[in-house]
């Protein structure tokens, strides 16, 4: 009687046997289909898209011919062709190679501004909010202080400060960004801090830096990336500003805003040296903004469990 009550077991012997629910997948992929076909339009545009980025960051060699700094004085200001998608600059040197090989010093300065900004707001927005008192009160004045100077202006005061040049551009682009990675970490913090499985684990004995380490912040991960990716596009605006105005990379090194910057003065004779390489700016802020929402929007897609007792 207790051999026929028993669940029977699988080919090795060691455990129950296993009936596949197909019933459940079915009901999945009914529920998530319409989830996967949005995925077909823009996002796999902006996906692409910063494939290409991707590319030219690692070998802009491979994707053009020609040579970013290399004049050539009989192709100058090329109108677009097939020879030449983008044109020539003032000097003849093909723009497209141009924007292939400022794609990785652009990013990688909008990079380093990211995680300053993410890595001093951490640590701002975590003291603020878990120990509070005259910490908490100094902080937020501080980051009031920042919030209320516009970000591009106290960028710019303090390259002046630390010197013209990419690097100090991204840091000066990351110290502006401290004060919102702050803020919302900060309330992140706060929130989370008051939650029950936060409020057991203080009572078990865990001291306040394990409590920190092991359930506060895995538990804001997810709004502070999305934070990240998002700033990120805006650090690569403000670079590109900075550029522009000409506190950024200095000629002849292929950059985006450098790359606007010189071709302002032919806007009305060869405005393509102006509106593709802002197009191309234009594209990459989107592109990110748009890709930033993917893990939101697909995380939580994990596939069901087919097998069951």
């Known amino acids: 009687m207790a051999e026929s009550l028993s669940p029977a077991l699988d080919k090795t012997g060691k455990g129950p046997v296993r009936k596949p629910q197909w019933a459940s997948v079915a009901a999945w992929f009914t529920r998530h289909g319409r989830t996967s076909k949005r995925l077909q339009t823009g996002d796999i545009l902006a996906l692409a898209f910063l ?38 600059d003032y000097l003849g040197r093909d723009l497209l190679s141009r924007v ?13 501004a990211v995680l300053i900004g993410l890595g001093v707001g951490i640590v701002l927005g975590l003291a603020a909010a878990y120990f509070g008192g005259w910490i908490d009160a100094l902080v937020g004045r501080a980051m009031d202080v920042l919030l209320s100077i516009p970000g591009l202006l106290l960028s710019m005061v303090i390259v002046v400060s630390l010197g013209f040049g990419a690097i100090n551009a991204a840091i000066a682009v990351g110290v502006s960004s401290v004060a919102v990675f702050t803020r919302l970490i900060r309330s992140e913090v ?26 506060v912040l895995p538990n804001s991960y997810s709004a502070v990336f999305t934070l990240a990716a998002l700033q990120f596009g805006s650090a690569i605006l403000w670079i590109a500003s900075l550029s522009f105005l000409g506190y950024g990379a200095p000629p002849p090194q292929p950059e ?11 806007v009305v004779s060869s405005p393509w040296m102006v509106l593709l390489p802002g197009l191309v700016i234009i594209v990459t802020v989107v592109a ?11 995380t939580h897609l994990t596939l069901p469990t087919i097998y069951s007792v």
């Open 190 to 215: 706060l929130t989370i801090k008051e939650l029950g499985y936060v409020e057991a684990s203080r009572h078990l004995g865990q001291t306040k830096w394990q409590v920190l380490r092991r359930h």
């Open 51 to 88: 494939l290409v980025l991707a590319a030219a960051i690692v070998v802009p060699g491979w994707l053009t011919p020609y040579d970013p700094l290399l004049p050539d004085p009989s192709a100058t200001l090329l109108a677009p062709s097939w020879q030449h998608p983008f044109g020539t």
């Open 100 to 112: 292939l090989f400022g794609t990785g010093r652009t990013l990688a300065g909008s990079l380093v």
């Open 256 to 266: 985006w805003g450098l790359l606007v910057a010189e071709g302002r003065e032919y």
């Open 288 to 298: 990110i903004g748009r890709a930033s929402r993917l893990p939101v929007s697909y």
